[in-house]
């Protein structure tokens, strides 16, 4: 039996000279119920030589993440619709 599993990745190529943020969303089916979907997203920031500017940064940064969230939940809803009308 085939997997049923969808995986996006995005980075963030704003400021790369002082921060590096990256996010990884994972849709895959509940080994509970095979009718739901687990969602997982895993987030990573790095923040370098901005000196003052590090908290602007990493709320910034904060923000990438909610938006990466938002745009995966997104494009899963929009392919479910395709797929079951």
């Known amino acids: 039996m085939q997997k049923r599993n ?4 995005t980075h ?3 400021w790369t000279q002082y921060a590096s943020l ?3 969303s994972v849709f895959r089916e509940s080994l ?3 009718n739901w ?4 997203q895993k987030g990573r920031i790095s923040v370098t030589g901005a000196g003052l500017l590090n908290r ?3 709320a ?3 923000s990438f993440l909610k938006q990466g969230v ?3 939940i997104k494009i899963m809803e929009t392919l479910l619709q395709e797929q079951c009308g």
């Open 60 to 62: 910034f940064a904060q």
């Open 32 to 34: 509970e119920n095979p």
């Open 22 to 24: 990256s996010e990884e």
């Open 12 to 14: 963030c190529l704003t």
């Open 70 to 72: 938002k745009k995966g």
């Open 6 to 9: 969808m995986s996006m990745k």
């Open 56 to 58: 602007v940064l990493e």
């Open 37 to 40: 979907t687990d969602f997982t």
